[in-house]
Every structure is written in structure tokens, then in C-alpha cells.
Nanobody, 119 residues
Framework: QVQVVESGGGLVQPGGALSLSCAAS????????MGWYRQAPGKQRELVAG??????????DSVKGRFTISMISADNTKNTVYLQMNSLKPEDTAVYYC??????????WGQGTQVTVSS
């Protein structure tokens, strides 16, 4: 079993910053990738940023230069991924989901955390 627990999120004014974290634990041996997706009302879920176990990173064009993803691997039983979000815009408002991929085969999701950017 793999547990995925998110924290962070909340309400922030435009131009502000927020940080999200996500801890994956349990049977994560062979973890290949972690990342963040988001889904705004009426829209499809989209990739925000992802990082592989080898350190390869990719970002959605809309967040490049503003968001930073990083990952810490404690051992074979826990990995934590962080998303630092700066210069937030109203269009960043969405529910953010943590994603974990094991061996390129199994996918796990967090429960989602709300990020609202509004004055």
C-alpha cells in the first residue's frame, strides 16, 4: 500500500506565495516519479510540475519561472515532494493533487488541496 498525504494550500492575494508538500510512504520501492496536477472548476486536470527519481523536472508553460518543484527521498519508505508557488495569479486557483508513480505502472493520488488566489 502507498499513502499519499498533502499539506499546504489556502487563500492568498495575487502576487503572493504558497508552498505545498506531499509525503508518499509505504510500498514506494521503485518510485519513479512524483508530481503536482491541478483542476479548476469546469476544466480538465492538468500537469503543473513533475520530478523523476533521477531528478528530471518538467513544468507546465503557464508556471515556468514562478513555481519550483523539489523532492527529498528519506529512504525506500518515504519520499516528499514540495511545490513552491510564487507570483501567484487568479488563474492558478484550483484544487492541487499530488501524484505518485511506481515503476511506471501504478499511480496514486492525494486527496487534493485547495489553492485560491484572490484579492
Amino acid at each position: 500500500q502507498v499513502q499519499v498525504v498533502e499539506s499546504g494550500g489556502g487563500l492568498v492575494q495575487p502576487g503572493g506565495a504558497l508552498s505545498l508538500s506531499c509525503a508518499a510512504s509505504g510500498s514506494i520501492f521503485g518510485l519513479s516519479r512524483m508530481g503536482w496536477y491541478r483542476q479548476a472548476p469546469g476544466k480538465q486536470r492538468e500537469l503543473v510540475a513533475g520530478i523523476s527519481s533521477g531528478g528530471s523536472i518538467n513544468y507546465a508553460d503557464s508556471v515556468k519561472g514562478r513555481f519550483t518543484i523539489s523532492m527529498i527521498s528519506a529512504d525506500n519508505t518515504k519520499n516528499t515532494v514540495y511545490l513552491q508557488m510564487n507570483s501567484l495569479k487568479p488563474e492558478d486557483t484550483a484544487v492541487y493533487y499530488c501524484h505518485v508513480n511506481i515503476r511506471g505502472l501504478s499511480n496514486y493520488w492525494g486527496q487534493g488541496t485547495q489553492v485560491t488566489v484572490s484579492s
